[in-house]
T-cell receptor, first 111, second 110 residues
Framework: DVKVTQSSRYLVKRTGEKVFLECVQDMDHENMFWYRQDPGLGLRLIYFSYDVKMKEKGDIPEGYSVSREKKERFSLILESASTNQTSMYLC??????????FGPGTRLLVL | DAKTTQPPSMDCAEGRAANLPCNHSTISGNEYVYWYRQIHSQGPQYIIHGLKNNETNEMASLIITEDRKSSTLILPHATLRDTAVYYCIVQKTSYDKVIFGPGTSLSVIP
């Protein structure tokens, strides 16, 4: 079974802190994704990566950066957390074609 | 905007078949139809996908109309654990900007 793990299920940070969210997949997938999910807005793509060291902006990249130094690991970085970044963050991975496998999500609260 | 439209909510009696419709009238020839579901507080889970033929797996069946403008996900014997939000999306490959709309909130009722 494909396994996508995220470093934390719940996280509480203060405004202005630097936040790292890590995602690891064990299926040698080329593609990895970061989404955020907010009530009434559905899932929105922040960034994705189709190879090591490669990244592409999604719909809402502002305030975020990403890092993919190894194929199995994709990190989302909030350089200076703000309250409007309180959300559920979901990581996913896939082969080139199709099915995305999601992690359990990280609920981030920025105070 | 999402390329698909789904009813916002549906109810289904436990043990009965749940039929979830999806409209994707602007689908192009090389786009697949994917279904995912999300149980409360978990990440979305893949269910099934298809291009033009009907598909079945251990979780569900997918019926795609001949013109490919709509599809139906069938859960043959719904259980309480099938209560979730179901998302229908279309995509060519996973490079596509995949848009998850609001989905259908399915409630399975005892």
């Amino acid at each position: 079974d494909v396994k996508v793990t995220q470093s934390s299920r719940y996280l509480v940070k203060r405004t202005g802190e630097k936040v790292f969210l890590e995602c690891v997949q064990d299926m040698d997938h080329e593609n990895m994704f970061w989404y955020r999910q907010d009530p009434g807005l559905g899932l929105r793509l922040i960034y994705f990566s189709y190879d090591v060291k490669m990244k592409e902006k999604g719909d809402i990249p502002e305030g975020y950066s990403v890092s993919r130094e190894k194929k199995e690991r994709f990190s989302l970085i909030l350089e200076s957390a703000s309250t409007n970044q309180t959300s559920m963050y979901l990581c996913a991975s896939s082969f080139t074609q199709g099915t995305q496998y999601f992690g359990p999500g990280t609920r981030l609260l920025v105070l | 905007d999402a390329k698909t439209t789904q009813p916002p909510s549906m109810d289904c009696a436990e043990g009965r078949a749940a039929n979830l419709p999806c409209n994707h009238s602007t689908i192009s020839g090389n786009e697949y139809v994917y279904w995912y579901r999300q149980i409360h507080s978990q990440g979305p889970q893949y269910i099934i996908h298809g291009l033009k033929n009907n598909e079945t797996n251990e979780m569900a069946s997918l019926i795609i109309t001949e013109d490919r403008k709509s599809s139906t996900l069938i859960l043959p014997h719904a259980t309480l654990r099938d209560t979730a939000v179901y998302y229908c999306i279309v995509q060519k490959t996973s490079y596509d900007k995949v848009i998850f709309g609001p989905g259908t909130s399915l409630s399975v009722i005892p």
